[in-house]
């Protein structure tokens, strides 16, 4: 492929923010959108639209993301530091602008569900909100957080405690199908994608 432009440092630096913004949230590329459910000790619900979880490992099973700098109240962060407990719910095709929505600044004693119309279940095993429209709902247990020193964003790590997942989602080998979930991406902060299988290779072996 020609190169048609190509960005320095500098140039980076010098960039207009909202353009210089979209630019670096895109150039990771297709990211997995979730839900992040959260409680405060009122049992005040809130939601918030994540797109920086990742896998850690297997065995324990456990789950990461990345949240901004808890330089402004952060319902989400601060609920979850203080239960121990969130749950990571996938979006869906059918859920995406509600999803959206939920970043918008509403006020500690608004929910997010009731904003956005998305109804919160409970499970005795979480003491956290799960999205009851979600066909993959995911309940964690808060292991460890870090204050990154390069940019003060903070990385929380959780453990799986329960998966609950919508018919016909789960595969016989553990694989989740993802297409019947009609999970979508988001690249950047605001562009929603339906990705579309390709092909499940075999393990490589040289």
Not at 39 to 59: C, E, I, K, P
Not at 76 to 98: C, D, H, M, P, R
Not at 103 to 110: G, I, L, N, Q
Not at 117 to 138: D, H, K, M, R
Request: proline residues 5%.
């Amino acid at each position: 492929m020609k190169i048609q432009n190509s960005v320095d440092g500098a140039a980076l630096d010098n960039m207009d923010k909202v353009h210089r913004t979209n630019l670096v949230n895109s150039l990771s590329g297709y990211k997995s959108v979730n839900l992040l459910g959260t409680m405060d000790a009122q049992r005040n619900t809130n939601l918030s639209l994540v797109s920086s979880a990742f896998h850690v490992g297997a065995n324990p099973p456990l789950m990461g993301m990345l949240m901004r700098p808890h330089s402004v109240p952060r319902h989400s962060l601060e609920n979850l530091l203080e239960q121990g407990w969130y749950t990571l719910n996938a979006v869906t095709k059918i859920l995406f602008k509600q999803a959206h929505q939920t970043s918008a600044r509403y006020p500690r004693d608004v929910s997010e569900f009731d904003a956005t119309g998305l109804t919160a279940v409970f499970s005795p095993e979480v003491s956290a909100p799960y999205v009851e429209q979600s066909p993959i709902q995911i309940g964690l247990k808060l292991l460890e957080t870090q204050t990154l020193k390069v940019n003060d964003t903070v990385l929380v790590i959780g453990e799986v405690k329960q998966i609950r997942l919508g018919e016909g989602i789960l595969g016989v080998d553990g694989q989740l199908d993802l297409n019947l979930a009609s999970a979508v991406a988001v690249s950047g902060l605001d562009e929603y994608h339906l990705p579309q299988a390709l092909e499940r290779l075999s393990y490589p072996k040289p």
